[in-house]
């Protein structure tokens, strides 16, 4: 089992970057797939990005494409979401999720460790 925290999150104006973190606890941490996900008011979670246990492989949902970059550094127990060029859709809270699987998963009920959550929020 890992435990995850989020941190990063703040305010931002439309165009800004924030970068979020997670850090996993536990010796195993290098051995999950991780993903990053959010959920904005009154919607479902959303995928936004995951990346493999090795970090060879990442996936993005279609809204953050070409401005997100997910990242890791399995030294740190800590996987990275670059976040660039901003704007005030992608206002959420941003949760991190780790699983054991055989293939990166997109869907949040694939996912079985989460964190607590981040929130984003970007003005206009």
């Known amino acids: 089992q890992v435990q995850l925290v989020e941190s990063g999150g703040g305010l931002v104006q439309a165009g800004g970057s924030l970068r979020l973190s997670c850090v996993g606890s536990g010796r195993t941490f290098s051995m999950y797939h991780m993903g990053w996900f959010r959920q904005a008011p009154g919607k479902k979670r959303e995928f936004v990005s995951a990346?493999?246990?090795?970090?060879?492989?990442?996936l993005y949902g279609d809204s953050v494409k070409g401005r997100f970059t997910i990242s890791r550094d399995n030294a740190k127990n800590t996987v990275y979401l670059q976040m660039n060029s901003l704007t005030p859709e992608d206002t959420a809270v941003y949760y991190c999720?780790?699983?054991?699987?055989?293939?990166?998963?997109?869907?949040?009920?694939?996912?079985?460790?989460w964190g607590q959550g981040t929130q984003v929020t970007v003005s206009s």
């Open positions: 990346i493999s246990s090795s970090g060879r492989t990442t």
């Open positions: 999720g780790g699983v054991l699987s055989s293939r990166v998963p997109t869907t949040e009920r694939e996912y079985k460790f």
